[in-house]
């Protein structure tokens, strides 16, 4: 079935650096994924969703200039937390559809110190 | 407003033991509903998908049920094991909407102690 790689799976930043993650789908194209934060027993809450060759749109209450998305091509969407504090460290999950499924990464832990 | 709502919001059960989880939801048009495991710290994983016309699905130990008149459907898990802790979450797809997000529950934790 269909693939979604997230990497890395675990990164530890300073506070005020900025952190990249990716999302590929591997035997897929992906014109839309979604990207997702979970805080320690919550539910998983969407940030975003990233359209390759335009503006990702994000939900109300996430700073777009903050959680910078770009999905330059129909596999691979990355999410950079710029800026990293110590409130960001969260685990951030992407998402793609395929044919009316949805299909998972492994999620990221990030831990901003 | 497409909503998804799960009970309970927790469960704990001794191993060997059955359970059945809620999932309620308004989402319309509705494409496929889907049952995911989470084990902490990991992303989802697929257990069951359910399409507008099943009523029944199983995989395993873990039996889906789906009514779409009233929009309910459950997961069945049978002689439970420690490994079937996690979180599990039903999840709705809106039909012919490829640009538009899943909707979530917020999951019901369950916890198998020996």
């Known amino acids: 079935g269909a693939v979604v790689s997230q990497h890395p799976s675990r990164v530890i930043c300073k506070s005020g650096t900025s952190v990249k993650i990716e999302c590929r789908s591997l035997d897929f194209q992906a014109t839309t994924m979604f990207w997702y934060r979970q805080f320690p027993k919550q539910s998983l809450m969407l940030m975003a969703t990233?359209?390759?060759?335009?503006?990702?749109?994000?939900e109300q209450g996430v700073e777009k200039d903050k959680f910078l998305i770009n999905h330059a091509s129909l596999t691979l969407s990355t999410l950079t937390v710029t800026s990293a504090h110590p409130e960001d460290s969260s685990f951030y999950i992407c998402?793609?559809?395929?044919?009316?499924?949805?299909?998972f990464g492994q999620g990221t832990r990030l831990t901003v110190v | 407003k497409n909503q998804v709502e799960q009970s309970p919001q927790s469960l704990i059960i001794l191993e060997g033991k059955n359970c059945t989880l809620q999932c309620n939801y308004t989402v319309s048009p509705f494409s496929n509903l889907r049952w995911y495991k989470q084990d902490t710290g990991r992303g989802p994983v697929s257990l069951t998908i359910m399409t507008f016309s099943e009523n029944t699905k199983s995989n395993g130990r873990y039996t889906a049920t789906l009514d779409a008149d009233t929009k309910q459907s459950s997961l069945h898990i049978t002689a439970s094991q420690l490994s079937d802790s996690a979180s599990y979450i039903c999840v709705v797809i809106p039909a012919n909407q490829a640009g538009t997000a899943l909707i979530f529950g917020k999951g019901t934790t369950l916890s198998v102690s020996s």
């Open positions: 998402s793609a559809r395929s044919n009316n499924e949805a299909f």
């Open positions: 990233s359209n390759e060759g335009s503006k990702a749109t994000y």
